[in-house]
């Protein structure tokens, strides 16, 4: 079997069809929408959830068979029709025109796939097997949830800031790759973690006191 090729894509402004919108296909829209893509979807029906994002004008949604030309243009196709004839005849079709295409659980008819994600506001770790076992992707996706807590989005926010500033520096180009280095080390995570935690910490005790509860003389309070 050969390697995949591990990339991140821009999809915005970008035509991507899905077929089938029911609970398999359903959660594959929603995983479009954020990108900023066009998104097409057809269905013989589909969820609410998905109705609601046609209503709301974030999809195109049209509840008819598909045929040939709705491949015309795209980009993309995700196919969850739940019929595995018609799943692989759209994957022929979709190959036809150059179109990649993934059908939902069939690695064996997929241009690509879904991968398991650890999602931090921009930070992204994407985790596949190759399709050999979506199980352990799954598995090691909930151990990296717990190694890259909620903290990271907003360092990674804050780094990004930095990093805008320090390219617009008049530092010369060794002192400015230093710096942005350290700033993404391990002791500056822990640094500004640890910053946030009593931040919040802060922020709670004075709700707290102003709200009428109870005050630093009556109560301790652990930061």
């Known amino acids: 079997m050969s390697r995949l090729f591990p990339m991140f894509l821009k999809l915005e402004g970008r035509r991507c069809l899905v077929v089938g919108a029911g609970k398999v296909g359903g959660p594959k829209i929603g995983g479009l929408i954020d990108t900023g893509a066009r998104i097409d979807v057809i269905a013989l029906e589909a969820t609410e959830e998905v109705h609601r994002w046609a209503n709301s ?8 068979r598909f045929v040939p030309e709705d491949l015309a243009g795209a980009f993309l196709a ?10 692989e005849a759209i994957y022929r079709e979709a190959q036809r025109r150059g179109v990649l295409c993934n059908v939902v659980d069939v690695p064996e008819i997929c241009d690509f796939y879904y991968p398991a994600v ?3 506001g921009d930070l992204q770790i994407a985790i596949s097997t190759n399709g050999q076992s979506p199980s352990l992707a799954q598995r090691l996706r909930q151990q990296l949830e ?7 989005e907003r360092w990674v926010a804050e780094l990004g800031a930095t990093r805008r500033l320090v390219m617009a520096s008049n530092l010369d180009a060794d002192r400015k790759r230093e710096l942005l280095h ?3 080390s391990r002791e500056a995570l822990t640094a500004a973690l640890a ?3 009593l931040t919040e910490n802060q922020r709670n005790a004075s709700a707290e006191t102003s709200s009428g509860g109870a005050t630093t003389d009556d109560r301790s309070v652990t930061v």
């Not at 717990?146 to 990271?152: E, L, S, V």
């Open 57 to 64: 004008g974030v999809i195109k949604l049209e509840l008819r």
């Open 78 to 87: 995700v196919v969850a029709t739940g019929s595995p004839a018609l799943d």
């Open 118 to 120: 650890v999602q931090r």
């Open 146 to 152: 717990k190694q890259f807590g909620p903290g990271y």
């Open 182 to 184: 350290s700033l993404a």
């Open 195 to 197: 910053e946030k935690h």
